[in-house]
Nanobody
Framework: QVQLVESGGGLVQAGGSLRLSCAPS????????LAWFRQAPGKEREFVAR????????YYADSVKSRFTVSRDNAKNTLYLQMNNLKPEDTAVYYC????????????WGQGTQVTVSS
């Protein structure tokens, strides 16, 4: 399996910004669909955003549209989530995940990085 490592989480005030990163361990993202999920305390995991490695297709949950931007750097083999105008309800553990484009499920997951937004 691909092993994914997230970074960039932290504590930020409402209205602030954070940039999350995700990189595989010893593997490439080429040919995969990549996504971000999050799970808040006491709540189920929810989809946040996804992107194809070629960057030709992106999709966002309604709750983060216009505030979050998913991107990737092919040269660095890294996935990003730029989060702007953060709200307290964005507080969660954020996970990156990836799968082959035709696969039904995201088979590879990171360990998560904590994002806390204070009011």
């Amino acid at each position: 399996q691909v092993q994914l490592v997230e970074s960039g989480g932290g504590l930020v005030q409402a209205g602030g910004s954070l940039r999350l990163s995700c990189a595989p361990s010893g593997r490439t993202f080429i040919g995969y669909t990549l996504a971000w999920f999050r799970q808040a305390p006491g709540k189920e995991r929810e989809f946040v955003a996804r992107i194809t490695w070629g960057g030709d297709s992106t999709y966002y949950a309604d709750s983060v549209k216009s505030r979050f931007t998913v991107s990737r750097d092919n040269a660095k083999n890294t996935l990003y989530l730029q989060m702007n105008n953060l709200k307290p309800e964005d507080t969660a553990v954020y996970y990156c995940a990836t799968k082959r484009a035709a696969a039904a499920e995201y088979a590879y997951w990171g360990q998560g990085t904590q994002v806390t937004v204070s009011s």
